[in-house]
């Protein structure tokens, strides 16, 4: 909500900056706002976006060569995303409204679920 | 007591073979020019051919004639198959002709070159040898061998259209995709690094964020987060040696305890939860 500021960010580094950019004020709001645990989530989030961009750039710029392999990868970490995305929206509490017939209890053991099931078919492609 | 039979066998057939046994009488043959004039007849002797092929020329026509009878009483036969047969040694190409025999046992085979009968088979240089099958349900077979008989050669058999698809064809070469190679050792190990950071990114992450885990060594949520371990343990041993079907099976059998764990610590945390709001 707060005015973009069309200078951009202040070089100086020693001042605070007196009108924040609209990406810090949204950073320091989620730092503020949300829930440790969803921010444990978050973080794991974080890292399988890390792990899939790292998988992909090695296919892109070295060799594709156990393409089983990397497809079985990426594909893990893509899932495992999408996975834990829909348990994080779920489990929000100011999402309660959205989700009256599923419980957070019920968001997660769907999550254990296709998990397993996930890994059981990466380790099935791993080879 | 084995031996009597088996030696009665030969003796009931040597019995046997005297009584019925067919034999050629009169055979003749006789070629003859187009114009009518005779070329040449003679009469075929007993038990083996004619010394000298007999040459047929192109419009020249030859007559066969002999008398089927029974050897010894010389009553004349009808047997049931008569044959003439024309064989190429050096082609192994062979011809056979039924020939008719009349109740009273005479029968007579022309053949006319300028008409071949189409039982003749293909011949080049070597003379055909004929001779005569005689088959009879009572009596035993006979073949005599007649004459030789060297006829004009036959043109080139003509090629089927499909043959040239039967013949074999160039061997092919096959072109394989290179095997594909395996990077340096320092680039995998750099991006081993690379897929292997983001770990350390989580944990430091999660070190910042430190969410409160209040009951996590509750006999509840402990047991059901072993079972979880259980199955991704399972799988990781499905990685290394298991099969299919066990890991399916054992997979089965862990999820049973796994669901009732889940179902109780899931409905602990939801009570305690429901509780405190």
Known sequence: ?127 | MLHLPSLSLPLLAAVAAQAAQLALQAPRVTVAAVDGSQLLSEQIPLGHALPAPVALGPKDSLKLTFQVVQSGSQEPVQPHQTFIHFYDETTGEEGVQPVKVNANGKAKFELNMARPPSSLPPTGDTPLKVSLFLGSFVHDPAKYDLFDLAIPGSAPVAQHPEAELFRPRAAIYHTFRPEPKIPPVAISGIFTCAVLAPWLALLGLWAAVRPTVPHLFSPNILSFSMSLAGMEGLLLWYWFELRLGQVLLYGALMAIPTFFTGKSALASIAARRLGQK
């Open chain 1, 1 to 127: 909500m707060t005015r973009r500021d069309p200078t951009g960010p202040p070089a100086r580094a020693s001042s605070q900056a007196a009108t924040p950019t609209a990406v810090q004020s949204l950073w320091k709001a989620y730092i503020d706002t949300t829930p440790a645990r969803l921010k444990f989530i978050d973080a794991f989030l974080a890292f399988l976006v890390l792990s899939g961009v790292a998988q992909f750039v090695y296919c892109i710029l070295v060799s594709s060569f156990p393409f089983n392999a990397f497809l079985a990868g990426f594909a893990s970490s893509v899932g495992q995303f999408v996975l834990t995305a829909s348990l994080r929206i779920q489990v929000n509490p100011e999402n309660r409204t959205l989700y009256k017939t599923v419980s957070p209890e019920r968001a997660f053991a769907d999550f254990a679920i296709g998990s397993v099931v996930l890994h059981f078919f990466v380790f099935n492609f791993l080879g």
